[in-house]
């Protein structure tokens, strides 16, 4: 059902609604220094000017990058579909199938994963300066889990099939590592809510924190050098 992935919906809508905000933040900044560029864990990558897509304080995220990020959104859509196909029935069924199609075709749109790009790596960014951590064993759960939901159905596997498989895995670890933090950051903040406006709804309390989270994010990339080199 569509509540039981609110937080993904939430930072998709997120992510399209900033893009533009980031635009503008990387015409005004993409002269300014760089200076601490809070890169002591992800060095710059040595992309070529032609496969820069974006550079968030000094890290460069190439096209097969992008690509990537394009295709774990993708994995995922699958996956959620398959849950659906065990649970539901009847016009909630096909209703939810209509949706995943749309969730599919939403993700062809470079902007849409232009943009969970640039938020995943700035909300890791935020983490990494409010001293939030993940654990090692939390990553490789997290992986280990996902791999093996994807080798179990068939059109998420076919999807992770299509991508080179070295790109692939070798970037398994930082996705989740960053996704982990954002839903981190995210879940604090509805723990925030909780303790402001005890007493509301399940509903109401996600709706309070993907504002916060909002807020959050829009503080984040103004303080951020952004260069989108894709013209």
């Not at 609110?6 to 997120?14: A, E």
């Not at 080179?164 to 925030?192: C, G, H, M, V």
Request: hydrophobic share 35%; glycine share 2%; with cysteine.
């Amino acid at each position: 059902m569509i509540n039981k992935l609110l937080f993904p919906s939430i930072l998709l809508f997120l992510f399209a609604s900033t893009l533009n905000g980031c635009q503008q933040t990387e015409q005004t900044n993409m002269n300014a220094a760089h200076g601490d560029t809070h890169e002591k864990a992800e060095s710059s990558d040595s992309s070529s000017s032609e496969d820069k897509v974006v550079t968030v304080n000094g890290k460069v995220h190439s096209y097969e990058d992008l690509m990537f990020y394009e295709l774990m959104s993708k994995v995922e859509i699958e996956l959620n579909r398959h849950q659906d196909q065990l649970n539901l029935d009847g016009a909630d069924l096909v209703d939810q199938m209509a949706y995943w199609d749309e969730q599919l075709a939403y993700h062809d749109n470079y902007n849409v994963n232009l943009s969970k790009m640039i938020e995943l790596y700035s909300m890791f960014l935020l983490a990494s300066e409010k001293g939030l951590k993940v654990d090692d064993s939390a990553v490789e759960k997290t992986t280990k889990e996902f791999m093996e939901k994807t080798e179990q159905y068939e059109p998420a596997k076919k999807l992770v099939q299509s991508f080179d498989q070295e790109a692939y895995t070798s970037r398994l670890n930082r996705y989740f590592t960053q996704k982990l933090l954002a839903e981190q950051i995210y879940n604090l903040l509805k723990e925030d809510v909780l303790k402001e406006k005890s007493g509301v709804s399940e509903k109401e309390v996600a709706y309070e924190a993907s504002k916060k989270y909002e807020e959050l994010y829009h503080s984040q990339i103004s303080s951020e050098n952004i260069e989108i080199h894709i013209k």
